[in-house]
């Protein structure tokens, strides 16, 4: 007998797998057809729940409505399906004349009600295939879902063995499917749509033609999209075997789905209406949850969670769902397992959706506390056992200001986009606050110190406890990019390779492949700058070798005519590619190295668009704090005319459409409308994935991303994108043993005394340092030190002690965060050091100025690189640690004539120029800043009066320098780029005249 591969018989052993977990087969048919028709609802299994769990309050309803009973019920019902929708109903049930109904119930946490129990098990689960939902035609749903009566999940199925796909079945969704029938009204009845063959799963809530927005329901396949084999059975088996199983199905009802409401603005920013999505939870999302749940229940409180997934994967909602979950959570004695759950995020829009989330999910208000205040309003939440609580990381050192020891508590903290940041100070200052730990506890959990111990060293090991692993305190860390010290600090102990690693994982390359987030790698083009830099000056001095590269490199990229060529190239192709993207709304975002930098490209760009008549094109900056340049102090808001908190809105509106970087906006900000990113700015490892990630987010029109780099080559960014494409692990753990090497190193230098780091010690641990009086006693203390620092060292060994001393803080705090580990001596050298070395003298870094030394001769950017830079398919990626020991002296500073060091630059970035490469403007610059007349006319006059003054002497300037065929009579034959010249010349004139 032939194998039976229709799609029919997709739909038999789906259907048999679901009565065979408790499903009833139900065929709609005659009257129960014409109701279902009707009200888009199994009218007769609604009234069989309603009756078999509720059966006074249905006689109640019998009694008020007569024999219009079942048409008045039915009309309520209606009514508040569409006022609250489905999901409202189905949790809260209705009201009706003063009789309230439940129409489901959930699982019950425990046995011990059994009237809960029955009404639980009274619940009908029905599965109706080739369901003809319209009386207005012939067309069928492949199969239904039905919880009493009411139609939650709607599925098109479609089996590749007769060449149709889950692509088949998304387009009979888009078409086939009127919006307006009510059955498929947004809200009211259908949860989810499922499109489903042997192989993927995608689904959606909302159902509008070809708008329809699908999303991936895939479990991921070796760190790609679609599903893995499954042995005997469909790759998409565990949608009906595991998700839509009865007591799944109420859960995801009860404690997921919820409604979320974002304002809908016009081009302009203005709030014009607003928009509501049923949100279903993604399968990476549902599983990320319930696995932690399971593992919390099973190891109860103490372990850490590292969940590395993508960036725009929907982190906030599964941070939502997690926190709600967590706060909610018992153990086998009925007993809440956390007091508190902390979130950690500086995301603006998480403290407001995870509000509106649970408030959905249990219709409480106070649920979660934002922290908006100050530091005692976080203790006092903590103090009393707010479930949830949003703070920033900031807040948490000061609570140790604030309050005393906490009482003994339980608390779980999820931190959003972990870093090292978190692994820090402020992460001790947290855990320390938080652990519960006693003296005793210490002793047993170590069983490393000696039965008698003074005072001071009990309350040493009291501090390091509190600082290190705590078993009252479980992280859940969510990061797209983790580091070495966030996998060790936050990852779960596998014990066959004996290292840490991510609890769960969505990678990049499954986001990437299934559609949810763009490669931002397809379309990279590189451009490599070249030139040629001659002295200046007369002198060849010697001079740092090092400084002097950095210097000269600084130079160029700060030099006008640098940055006037980049500015050009950006501007024109933004207008001419970016521009007419993602329907005309495309932006674009230039990263730039340094905020001056940032501040001469806002000036350089707007300047260009001006000169050259631009209407469609305007710029926002974005850059912290005060930048001088040349004199004149510039800050983000004085620049952008808006205050910095407007910022992220007023981009996302038609008015702007370039956002100049410095640091800010490089993680963490989310615009879909970026399509394209200017990099000048070196990137590697992680912070070139986080900055050009900033491309990655989809919206409707948005099919691709462009990178245009003027400093990365493509290998780089290869190589920083490939370890976290697919999993991120590590080649092995921080050892803590380097410790004693750094220690060594530092005690044999001589500088301290352990009598005087036993000094320190007695005045931190009994609390004498609180009381300001102590900084008396401190100082002279550490004064001694410094004086053989400063009298015995030479400037070589001064640098390595310094260095070193950096190191063993910096080691020792991560190694208090990752593990058991506990040793007196070394804490005492922490504490100690942490104080000596703010009073170390600090050397000011100078640097080599070379500005007027040097000139810029020859230049041009020249695009090298041009296509798709390819990740591989390789499984884990393993990091290495971070390293901390090994010698800290620093070399001596080599020394170098300029001359050689700019031929060697020369060498490096020149080529073979054409003769229009070369620019002799700094000589005419120099005539023009030695001109009395423009000196005076510079002093007296603002920029734009000294304008006219400049533009009519520049001419002449021009003419005395022109000699046959060289650069100044270029010049004059060519208007444009005399043009050009004279506008790109005009500041430094201006500015450097008025100092003469």
């Given at each position: 007998?032939?194998?039976?591969?229709?799609?029919?018989?997709?739909?038999?052993?789906?259907?048999?797998?679901?009565?065979?977990?408790?499903?009833?087969?139900?065929?709609?048919?005659?009257?129960?057809?014409?109701?279902?028709?009707?009200?888009?609802?199994?009218?007769?299994?609604?009234?069989?729940?309603?009756?078999?769990?509720?059966?006074?309050?249905?006689?109640?309803?019998?009694?008020?409505?007569?024999?219009?009973?079942?048409?008045?019920?039915?009309?309520?019902?209606?009514?508040?399906?569409?006022?609250?929708?489905?999901?409202?109903?189905?949790?809260?049930?209705?009201?009706?004349?003063?009789?309230?109904?439940?129409?489901?119930?959930?699982?019950?946490?425990?046995?011990?009600?059994?009237?809960?129990?029955?009404?639980?098990?009274?619940?009908?689960?029905?599965?109706?295939?080739?369901?003809?939902?319209?009386?207005?035609?012939?067309?069928?749903?492949?199969?239904?879902?039905?919880?009493?009566?009411?139609?939650?999940?709607?599925?098109?199925?479609?089996?590749?063995?007769?060449?149709?796909?889950?692509?088949?079945?998304?387009?009979?969704?888009?078409?086939?499917?009127?919006?307006?029938?009510?059955?498929?009204?947004?809200?009211?009845?259908?949860?989810?749509?499922?499109?489903?063959?042997?192989?993927?799963?995608?689904?959606?809530?909302?159902?509008?033609?070809?708008?329809?927005?699908?999303?991936?329901?895939?479990?991921?396949?070796?760190?790609?999209?679609?599903?893995?084999?499954?042995?005997?059975?469909?790759?998409?088996?565990?949608?009906?075997?595991?998700?839509?199983?009865?007591?799944?199905?109420?859960?995801?009802?009860?404690?997921?789905?919820?409604?979320?409401?974002?304002?809908?603005?016009?081009?302009?920013?203005?709030?014009?209406?607003?928009?509501?999505?049923?949100?279903?939870?993604?399968?990476?999302?549902?599983?990320?949850?319930?696995?932690?749940?399971?593992?919390?229940?099973?190891?109860?409180?103490?372990?850490?969670?590292?969940?590395?997934?993508?960036?725009?994967?929907?982190?906030?909602?599964?941070?939502?769902?997690?926190?709600?979950?967590?706060?909610?959570?018992h153990d086998e004695n009925n007993e809440t397992i956390f007091d508190s759950i902390i979130v950690i995020t500086d995301r603006r829009v998480l403290d407001k959706q995870l509000q509106d989330a649970i408030y959905q999910l249990e219709h409480e208000a106070g649920v979660v506390q934002k922290i908006d205040e100050d530091s005692k309003q976080l203790a006092e939440a903590i103090q009393n056992k707010t479930r949830i609580i949003i703070t920033t990381l900031q807040?948490?050192?000061?609570?140790?200001?604030?309050?005393?020891?906490?009482?003994?508590?339980?608390?779980?903290?999820?931190?959003?986009?972990?870093?090292?940041?978190?692994?820090?100070?402020?992460?001790?200052?947290?855990?320390?606050?938080?652990?519960?730990?006693?003296?005793?506890?210490?002793?047993?959990?170590?069983?490393?110190?000696?039965?008698?111990?003074?005072?001071?060293?009990?309350?040493?090991?009291?501090?390091?406890?509190?600082?290190?692993?705590?078993?009252?305190?479980?992280?859940?860390?969510?990061?797209?990019?983790?580091?070495?010290?966030?996998?060790?600090?936050?990852?779960?102990?596998?014990?066959?390779?004996?290292?840490?690693?991510?609890?769960?994982?969505?990678?990049?390359?499954?986001?990437?492949?299934?559609?949810?987030?763009?490669?931002?790698?397809?379309?990279?083009?590189?451009?490599?700058?070249?030139?040629?830099?001659?002295?200046?000056?007369?002198?060849?001095?010697?001079?740092?070798?090092?400084?002097?590269?950095?210097?000269?490199?600084?130079?160029?990229?700060?030099?006008?005519?640098?940055?006037?060529?980049?500015?050009?190239?950006?501007?024109?192709?933004?207008?001419?590619?970016?521009?007419?993207?993602?329907?005309?709304?495309?932006?674009?975002?230039?990263?730039?190295?340094?905020?001056?930098?940032?501040?001469?490209?806002?000036?350089?760009?707007?300047?260009?668009?001006?000169?050259?008549?631009?209407?469609?094109?305007?710029?926002?900056?974005?850059?912290?704090?005060?930048?001088?340049?040349?004199?004149?102090?510039?800050?983000?808001?004085?620049?952008?005319?808006?205050?910095?908190?407007?910022?992220?809105?007023?981009?996302?509106?038609?008015?702007?459409?370039?956002?100049?970087?410095?640091?800010?906006?490089?993680?963490?900000f989310d615009e879909p409308l970026l399509h394209t990113m200017y990099v000048d700015k070196p990137l590697s490892g992680i912070k070139a994935v986080q900055t050009l990630s900033r491309l990655n987010r989809t919206c409707r029109g948005k099919e691709d991303t462009f990178v245009l780099d003027f400093v990365n080559d493509p290998e780089t960014i290869q190589e920083a994108f490939q370890a976290y494409y697919e999993v991120t692990g590590l080649s092995d753990v921080?050892?803590?043993?380097?410790?004693?090497?750094?220690?060594?190193?530092?005690?044999?230098?001589?500088?301290?005394?352990?009598?005087?780091?036993?000094?320190?010690?007695?005045?931190?641990?009994?609390?004498?340092?609180?009381?300001?009086?102590?900084?008396?006693?401190?100082?002279?203390?550490?004064?001694?030190?410094?004086?053989?620092?400063?009298?015995?060292?030479?400037?070589?060994?001064?640098?390595?002690?310094?260095?070193?001393?950096?190191?063993?803080?910096?080691?020792?705090?991560?190694?208090?965060?990752?593990?058991?580990?506990?040793?007196?001596?070394?804490?005492?050298?922490y504490v100690y050091l942490s104080y000596l070395l703010r009073k170390l003298p600090r050397k000011p870094n100078e640097r080599l100025y070379l500005a007027d030394d040097v000139a810029l001769e020859y230049y041009r950017n020249q695009k090298v690189f041009d296509g798709r830079i390819e990740l591989e398919t390789q499984g884990q990626a393993n990091i290495d640690p971070s390293q901390h020991a090994g010698s800290a002296s620093r070399p001596e500073e080599e020394?170098?004539?300029?001359?050689?060091?700019?031929?060697?630059?020369?060498?490096?970035?020149?080529?073979?120029?054409?003769?229009?490469?070369?620019?002799?403007?700094?000589?005419?610059?120099?005539?023009?800043?030695?001109?009395?007349?423009?000196?005076?006319?510079?002093?007296?006059?603002?920029?734009?009066?000294?304008?006219?003054?400049?533009?009519?002497?520049?001419?002449?300037?021009?003419?005395?320098?022109?000699?046959?065929?060289?650069?100044?009579?270029?010049?004059?034959?060519?208007?444009?780029?005399?043009?050009?010249?004279?506008?790109?010349?005009?500041?430094?004139?201006?500015?450097?005249?008025?100092?003469?």
């Amino acid at each position: 007998m032939a194998i039976d591969y229709s799609e029919m018989g997709l739909e038999e052993n789906i259907e048999s797998s679901l009565t065979y977990a408790g499903y009833l087969e139900r065929h709609l048919e005659g009257e129960a057809l014409k109701k279902f028709q009707k009200y888009a609802i199994d009218v007769e299994m609604l009234f069989q729940f309603l009756e078999n769990t509720q059966p006074k309050k249905i006689a109640r309803l019998k009694t008020i409505h007569g024999n219009k009973f079942e048409q008045r019920l039915l009309h309520r019902l209606e009514q508040e399906l569409t006022r609250r929708g489905v999901i409202d109903c189905l949790r809260y049930g209705i009201k009706d004349r003063g009789v309230s109904l439940r129409l489901v119930y959930n699982k019950p946490p425990s046995s011990l009600n059994q009237t809960l129990v029955q009404n639980y098990e009274n619940n009908i689960f029905t599965v109706s295939r080739q369901v003809y939902y319209s009386s207005q035609n012939k067309k069928s749903l492949d199969m239904v879902l039905f919880l009493n009566g009411f139609p939650i999940v709607v599925m098109e199925l479609k089996n590749p063995l007769t060449n149709q796909t889950v692509e088949h079945a998304k387009r009979q969704f888009e078409k086939d499917r009127d919006p307006k029938d009510l059955l498929f009204q947004p809200k009211k009845r259908v949860v989810v749509y499922f499109a489903v063959d042997t192989d993927e799963v995608w689904m959606t809530t909302k159902l509008n033609r070809e708008g329809t927005y699908f999303l991936p329901f895939n479990r991921g396949n070796e760190g790609g999209k679609g599903n893995p084999v499954i042995y005997n059975n469909y790759r998409t088996s565990y949608l009906w075997s595991d998700v839509l199983q009865k007591d799944s199905l109420l859960d995801i009802l009860f404690r997921f789905v919820y409604t979320e409401e974002k304002d809908i603005k016009d081009s302009t920013g203005e709030m014009i209406d607003k928009k509501e999505t049923v949100i279903f939870p993604r399968y990476h999302q549902l599983d990320v949850v319930r696995k932690i749940e399971t593992d919390i229940k099973k190891h109860k409180v103490g372990r850490n969670y590292l969940v590395q997934h993508s960036a725009g994967s929907g982190k906030t909602n599964s941070i939502s769902w997690l926190s709600h979950r967590l706060a909610k959570v018992h153990d086998e004695n009925n007993e809440t397992i956390f007091d508190s759950i902390i979130v950690i995020t500086d995301r603006r829009v998480l403290d407001k959706q995870l509000q509106d989330a649970i408030y959905q999910l249990e219709h409480e208000a106070g649920v979660v506390q934002k922290i908006d205040e100050d530091s005692k309003q976080l203790a006092e939440a903590i103090q009393n056992k707010t479930r949830i609580i949003i703070t920033t990381l900031q807040k948490f050192p000061f609570i140790i200001e604030k309050v005393g020891e906490f009482s003994r508590g339980k608390y779980g903290i999820i931190i959003d986009e972990a870093h090292s940041s978190q692994g820090g100070k402020a992460s001790t200052a947290m855990t320390s606050i938080l652990s519960d730990k006693t003296l005793d506890d210490a002793y047993e959990a170590d069983k490393v110190m000696e039965e008698e111990l003074d005072s001071t060293e009990e309350k040493i090991i009291e501090t390091v406890e509190k600082s290190g692993k705590q078993d009252n305190i479980s992280f859940f860390a969510f990061t797209a990019t983790p580091k070495p010290k966030t996998i060790e600090k936050f990852g779960t102990w596998n014990e066959q390779t004996g290292l840490p690693e991510a609890f769960h994982v969505y990678s990049m390359r499954q986001a990437i492949e299934e559609g949810f987030i763009l490669d931002v790698l397809q379309n990279y083009v590189t451009y490599e700058t070249f030139y040629k830099v001659e002295k200046s000056i007369h002198d060849d001095p010697e001079v740092s070798k090092k400084k002097a590269t950095q210097e000269i490199a600084r130079f160029v990229s700060l030099h006008p005519h640098n940055i006037a060529q980049k500015t050009a190239i950006m501007v024109e192709h933004y207008r001419r590619v970016t521009r007419h993207k993602i329907g005309g709304r495309a932006k674009a975002m230039v990263v730039t190295r340094s905020r001056l930098h940032a501040v001469k490209y806002k000036l350089a760009i707007d300047d260009y668009i001006k000169r050259n008549n631009y209407t469609d094109l305007q710029t926002l900056v974005a850059f912290s704090g005060t930048v001088e340049d040349d004199g004149i102090p510039y800050t983000e808001p004085g620049m952008n005319k808006i205050s910095e908190g407007e910022l992220p809105d007023k981009f996302s509106t038609d008015k702007y459409q370039v956002l100049i970087v410095a640091e800010k906006y490089q993680t963490g900000f989310d615009e879909p409308l970026l399509h394209t990113m200017y990099v000048d700015k070196p990137l590697s490892g992680i912070k070139a994935v986080q900055t050009l990630s900033r491309l990655n987010r989809t919206c409707r029109g948005k099919e691709d991303t462009f990178v245009l780099d003027f400093v990365n080559d493509p290998e780089t960014i290869q190589e920083a994108f490939q370890a976290y494409y697919e999993v991120t692990g590590l080649s092995d753990v921080t050892d803590p043993n380097i410790l004693y090497d750094l220690q060594y190193e530092l005690d044999s230098m001589q500088v301290y005394q352990q009598s005087e780091i036993n000094a320190v010690s007695e005045l931190e641990f009994n609390g004498k340092l609180k009381d300001k009086r102590a900084q008396e006693r401190l100082n002279p203390i550490l004064d001694q030190a410094v004086d053989r620092f400063n009298k015995e060292l030479t400037e070589e060994d001064q640098d390595q002690f310094k260095s070193s001393a950096t190191k063993f803080i910096r080691t020792y705090s991560f190694v208090l965060q990752i593990g058991p580990f506990t040793d007196i001596d070394l804490h005492k050298l922490y504490v100690y050091l942490s104080y000596l070395l703010r009073k170390l003298p600090r050397k000011p870094n100078e640097r080599l100025y070379l500005a007027d030394d040097v000139a810029l001769e020859y230049y041009r950017n020249q695009k090298v690189f041009d296509g798709r830079i390819e990740l591989e398919t390789q499984g884990q990626a393993n990091i290495d640690p971070s390293q901390h020991a090994g010698s800290a002296s620093r070399p001596e500073e080599e020394k170098e004539r300029l001359s050689s060091i700019i031929d060697r630059m020369n060498e490096k970035f020149g080529t073979d120029f054409d003769p229009q490469d070369k620019l002799s403007r700094d000589q005419l610059v120099e005539d023009m800043v030695q001109d009395e007349d423009l000196q005076e006319r510079a002093r007296n006059n603002s920029i734009d009066n000294f304008t006219f003054s400049y533009e009519s002497m520049f001419m002449d300037f021009l003419i005395e320098r022109m000699t046959e065929k060289n650069f100044f009579q270029k010049m004059m034959e060519n208007e444009e780029q005399r043009a050009f010249l004279m506008n790109e010349m005009k500041e430094e004139v201006y500015y450097r005249a008025r100092e003469q």
